[in-house]
Nanobody, 125 residues
Framework: QVQLVESGGGLVQAGGSLKLSCAASGGTFSSYAMGWFRQAPGKEREFVAGLSWSGGRTYYADSVKGRFTVDRINAKNTVYLEMDTLKPEDTAVYYC??????????????????WGQGTQVTVSS
């Protein structure tokens, strides 16, 4: 079983950047495909970005494509989400999640088995 801890959230002005990290422990990190989700107040949790166990395949929600970059360093048991050109509508709690390595391309929360506690990202206009 893997435990996930996100960090790097905060308050930033529109147009700015933030880089989130998600540190994993308690499992074989390289055996998991990883994803980032977000949830704004009153809204459902939505997919943001995901990547395969090796990081060789990445995929994004249309709303963040070209602005966000997901990456991982398996030797550090860490996955990252680089967020550029942030918009007020990006404001949400961001979660990282893990699923079996075969589930590459998973975009639904129900497809993920393990979740972090979330980190708040607030983008001011």
């Amino acid at each position: 079983q893997v435990q996930l801890v996100e960090s790097g959230g905060g308050l930033v002005q529109a147009g700015g950047s933030l880089k989130l990290s998600c540190a994993a422990s308690g499992g074989t990190f390289s055996s998991y495909a990883m994803g980032w989700f977000r949830q704004a107040p009153g809204k459902e949790r939505e997919f943001v970005a995901g990547l395969s166990w090796s990081g060789g395949r990445t995929y994004y929600a249309d709303s963040v494509k070209g602005r966000f970059t997901v990456d991982r360093i398996n030797a550090k048991n860490t996955v990252y989400l680089e967020m550029d050109t942030l918009k007020p509508e990006d404001t949400a709690v961001y979660y990282c999640a893990a699923t079996g390595w075969r589930r590459v391309g998973a975009r639904m929360p129900s497809e993920y088995d393990y979740w972090g506690q979330g980190t708040q990202v607030t983008v001011s206009s």
